[in-house]
């Protein structure tokens, strides 16, 4: 049990006070270091799910644990702790748009206090991690989609998380940048041994058979062996 | 140019709710030094049969504050020269007491009419004098001008209100994808909403300082210049230290409550 980062039992998630049911029942486990595909087709609820990972949508009825924690009972102060131990990847990338490169990838050591030296030479290790080095200075709206989102995985990586969770990380790029990104994912869950969990509508061919795969139907969340 | 833009939007409704606020200082300092005027130049005639003391008279209403006795002796040396002293003597007995009452505070007309009242229902007392209709006047004119404008400051502070309300609208707007990207990866409120914070606090700071330079100008240069014979012979009142600290705090109350709302109306919400 000590390496499962999510559990989920008898999980049901709904909007409008419990009236809109997305996901029913569901149990799953996933365990650390795995990297894992929700897939399903749109408006199934793939978002929903994540979502509750984060606790931006806490359960209807029975319980999420998540790095221990359950997010159906948890406090704002204890959710706020266990964000910080995860990396958030967004299909609009959700990067700061008044702030550089750098900045937006320092959030998460920003917010966990690291003294401004530590945060400028953190940066310029993420920042080589990804290939942006040189676009430190520039701003996210002078990049395009494939960086901006490759500088949110920078961001994701910044303080070494237990949880990747990416919404469509590739859903607004390319083929060539989408390889890019799905590298970046693979190597953080192989060399870092983080938990990646991808919500996608489709799977990239390459990895269709080699990582565990979840699908959303009818409300109920299935693996797909 | 955007930033100044976006403090200016800021400072000067602010600016206007600080002016209205020491508007209401200054005219409340005004109206009680003309109300003490008005009390201290106002007196009314008390009759009575017997001798009265202070404590008498206040035990009969509490607003009296001080009598002085007009001497019988002082009635009569005009109209008694060339009288017999025995007769003199007998009006001296036969003449009631007269004693002018000054009041302990500013009283309204009703007020005033209830003291006479009071008075009257002394058996001890015969006439009371309260010379009504100038104070009435004085009275209604000074409640008129009261009322306007505190009608008029409210109704600048309410305006300027909604402009401070508006620019919050553009703020919540501006940082509030910001804060809650900060938010999703954990950010405690204070780390999210510490620029605002700064911003807003610098912002209180100028607004209270163009008001206080204003009112120091006011009080210093203009208010002895002006000929006027109300600003001449009270510049003193226009602005005292004491406001400095009203106006500041009155302005970091806003700014917190203003940001507060920013922030809380910009967290994630449940889709």
């Known amino acids: ?225 | 140019m955007k930033f100044i833009k976006d403090h200016i939007m800021f400072i000067l409704p602010l600016v206007a709710i600080l002016l209205g606020i020491e508007f209401f200082l200054v005219f409340d300092r005004m109206t009680a030094s003309y109300e003490q005027r008005l009390r201290d130049g106002y007196s009314m005639l008390v009759v009575s049969k017997e001798p009265m003391t202070l404590q008498e008279l206040q035990s009969i209403n509490s607003n009296i504050g001080k009598s002085t006795k007009i001497e019988k002796n002082e009635i009569l040396k005009e109209v008694s020269l060339g009288q017999n002293p025995q007769d003199t003597q007998e009006i001296l007995n036969a003449l009631p007491n007269f004693y002018i009452i000054k009041l302990a505070k500013y009283l309204d007309t009703s007020a005033l009419d209830n003291l006479e009242k009071d008075l009257m229902a002394s058996k001890k007392i015969k006439r009371v004098e309260t010379f009504g209709n100038s104070y009435s006047s004085n009275y209604k004119l000074f409640s008129f001008i009261k009322f306007i404008l505190k009608v008029f400051i409210i109704f600048m502070s309410v305006v300027s209100l909604f402009l401070v309300i508006k620019q919050m609208e553009v703020w919540g707007y501006v940082h509030r994808e910001r804060m809650q990207v900060m938010e999703i990866f954990g950010a405690p409120i204070m780390l999210r909403s510490g620029i605002l914070f700064k911003v807003a606090i610098v912002d209180a700071l100028i607004s209270t300082s163009i008001i206080v330079l204003f009112f120091l100008y006011l009080k210093y240069q203009l208010a002895g210049i002006s000929e006027v014979d109300a600003l001449m012979n009270n510049s003193e009142l226009l602005f005292q230290p004491s406001d400095a600290f009203i106006l500041l705090a009155c302005a970091i109350v806003i700014v917190i409550i203003s940001v507060y709302i920013v922030v809380f109306s910009s967290r994630e919400k449940e889709a």
């Open chain 1, 1 to 225: 049990m000590a390496n499962v980062v999510i559990q989920a039992s008898d999980l049901t998630l709904a909007y409008n006070n419990g009236k809109n049911e997305i996901i029913k029942n569901a149990n799953f486990s996933i365990k650390k270091g795995e990297f894992v595909f929700i897939t399903g087709p749109s408006g199934s609820g793939k978002s929903t799910l994540l979502k509750s990972f984060y606790g931006h949508i806490k359960p209807t009825h029975g319980s999420l644990m998540v790095g221990g924690l359950d997010l159906a009972k948890i406090s704002n102060s204890k959710l706020q702790e266990l964000r910080t131990h995860m990396g958030i990847v967004f299909q609009d990338y959700k990067l700061v748009n008044e702030w550089t490169v750098a900045k937006n990838v320092v959030l998460p050591l920003m917010i966990a206090g690291y003294s401004i030296d530590m945060q400028h030479t953190q940066a310029q290790r993420l920042l080589r991690h990804v290939k942006l080095s040189e676009y430190a200075n520039m701003y996210p709206y002078e990049l395009s989609g494939g960086e901006q989102q490759r500088v949110g995985i920078a961001r994701a990586l910044a303080k070494n998380p237990m949880l990747i969770l990416a919404d469509e990380p590739t859903g607004n790029l390319d083929e060539y940048s989408s390889n890019v990104i799905w590298d970046l994912m693979e190597n953080a869950c192989q060399q870092l041994e983080t938990t990646v969990v991808v919500v996608t509508h489709r799977i990239p061919t390459v990895f269709s058979l080699q990582y565990r795969h979840f699908i959303i139907e009818n409300k109920g969340v299935y693996e797909v062996h």
